[in-house]
């Protein structure tokens, strides 16, 4: 009698190795170079252009007048790219992280440069501006 081809493919399949990583015992499989990972941003080398706000389809971003900054709540972000792209400074990059589930929306690895941060950021500025003063002040006429 003949095999069947499918047969033979499966009878041959039977004695060979699963082709299956099976995560999370083993390691992920390796992201390949330019992927598009989570957001990640500089907020020292931002210099609160808006540019980024501008292009984001997804509204994730968010102008901080105050500290002349941005933030981000980056549990609405598509991953496109577009603001990377966008920033004259480099401030922003995609990194290789992608295991981002969680069952909190506002949690903390979603959204930084928030709260906390900018009130920091809002003491920082404040203090830079009263030594700049006090030098002027102090500044031989
Ligand atoms: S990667 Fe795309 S969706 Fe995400 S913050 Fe940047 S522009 Fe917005
Ligand atoms: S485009 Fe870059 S420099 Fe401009 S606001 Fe966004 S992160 Fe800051």
């Known amino acids: 009698m003949k095999v069947p081809p499918t047969l033979s493919t499966v009878l041959g399949n039977l004695f060979?190795?699963?082709a299956t990583n099976p995560f999370p015992e083993s390691e992920p499989v390796?992201?390949?170079?330019?992927?598009?990972?989570?957001?990640?941003?500089?907020?020292?080398?931002?210099?609160?252009?808006?540019?980024?706000?501008?292009?984001?389809?997804?509204?994730v971003i968010e102008y901080v007048p105050e500290v002349r900054k941005v933030t981000f709540w980056?549990?609405?972000c598509v991953f496109c790219a577009q603001c990377v792209d966008?920033?004259?400074?480099?401030a922003l990059w995609m990194s290789?992280?992608?295991?981002?589930?969680?069952?909190?929306?506002?949690e903390?690895?979603?959204?930084?440069?928030?709260?906390?941060?900018?009130?920091?950021?809002?003491?920082?500025?404040?203090?830079q501006k009263k030594a700049k003063e006090?030098?002027?002040?102090?500044a031989p006429k």
């Open 86 to 90: 966008v920033c004259p400074v480099s």
């Open 30 to 59: 390796p992201v390949p170079e330019g992927f598009r990972g989570k957001l990640n941003y500089d907020v020292e080398k931002c210099v609160g252009c808006r540019l980024c706000v501008m292009v984001c389809p997804a509204g």
């Open 16 to 18: 060979k190795k699963p």
């Open 74 to 76: 980056l549990g609405r």
């Open 134 to 138: 006090s030098a002027k002040k102090e």
């Open 96 to 106: 290789d992280e992608f295991l981002l589930a969680t069952t909190d929306k506002y």
């Open 108 to 127: 903390d690895n979603l959204m930084w440069f928030h709260g906390e941060e900018i009130e920091e950021f809002k003491r920082k500025l404040e203090e």
